[in-house]
């Protein structure tokens, strides 16, 4: 049984450039969020997808923005890249409905972005 | 909204000592907390949770966590170090009582084993 997966593992940038970050989740979940990792920090929720919808947002700017696909594995795009958005990207999936249904998000290995 | 704070940067053990790595949160809500383990350069692998009924719950790798509604606490535990137990550890919670799955995490606390 396949976990969390994600790509690419490392990625470097330079500023004012766009990202995107692909997770396809565990094997029966439904629903995809994002974390971002900041070194020395713990994670920091981005954003919630379900049913290929934003269901959740946590404090970051419009600059960040995904998409979730009928087969449940999404993407997270950053716009305009900054210095600070240098960071571990975690992608976590859960179930929300149905027999898998679970209140544990299990995370994927992150993608490394370096923003030079 | 909801916090976690880990007072704890790093804890020292040595090897077959028992460990504690603690943890304090706030929530509105009812409480859903969780355990989580990072080792370097890579995601986060999920220790153990507490959703509802026994306060002392068992996980992965003989880890326990203890959950204190009074104290607000949900310290993680383990009878007998291991070295290969050395890894950052993160402690996270989300309101149960909304639909929503966002996890709040605390700042982790590194725990080195020494043989």
């Known amino acids: 049984d396949a976990g969390v997966t994600q790509s690419p593992t490392h990625l470097i940038k330079t500023r004012g450039q766009q990202v995107t970050l692909r997770c396809s989740p565990k094997?029966?979940?439904?629903?995809v969020s994002w974390y971002q990792q900041a070194l020395g920090q713990g994670p920091q929720f981005i954003f919630q997808y379900y049913e290929e919808e934003e269901r959740q947002r946590g404090n970051f700017p419009d600059r960040f923005s995904g998409h979730q696909f009928p087969n449940y594995s999404s993407e997270l795009n950053v716009n305009a890249l900054l210095l600070g958005d240098s960071a571990l990207y975690l992608c976590?999936?859960?179930?929300?409905?149905?027999?898998?249904?679970?209140?544990?998000?299990?995370f994927g290995p992150g993608t490394r972005l370096t923003v030079l | 909204a909801q916090s976690v704070a880990q007072p704890e940067d790093q804890v020292n053990v040595a090897e077959g000592n028992p460990l504690t790595v603690k943890c304090t949160y706030s929530?509105?809500?009812?409480?859903?907390l969780f355990w989580y383990v990072q080792y370097p350069n890579r995601g986060l692998q999920f220790l153990l949770k507490y959703i509802t009924g026994d306060n002392l719950v068992k996980g992965s790798y003989g880890f326990e966590a203890e959950f204190n509604k009074s104290q607000t606490s949900f310290h993680l535990k383990k009878p007998s170090a291991l070295v290969s137990d050395s890894a950052l550890y993160f402690c996270?919670?989300?309101?149960?009582?909304?639909?929503?799955?966002?996890?709040?995490f605390g700042t982790g606390t590194r725990l080195l084993v020494s043989p």
């Open positions: 976590a999936s859960s179930s929300t409905t149905g027999l898998a249904a679970t209140d544990t998000q299990y």
């Open positions: 996270a919670v989300r309101d149960g009582d909304t639909g929503f799955q966002k996890l709040v």
């Open positions: 929530v509105s809500g009812n409480p859903y």
């Open positions: 094997s029966g979940h439904d629903t």
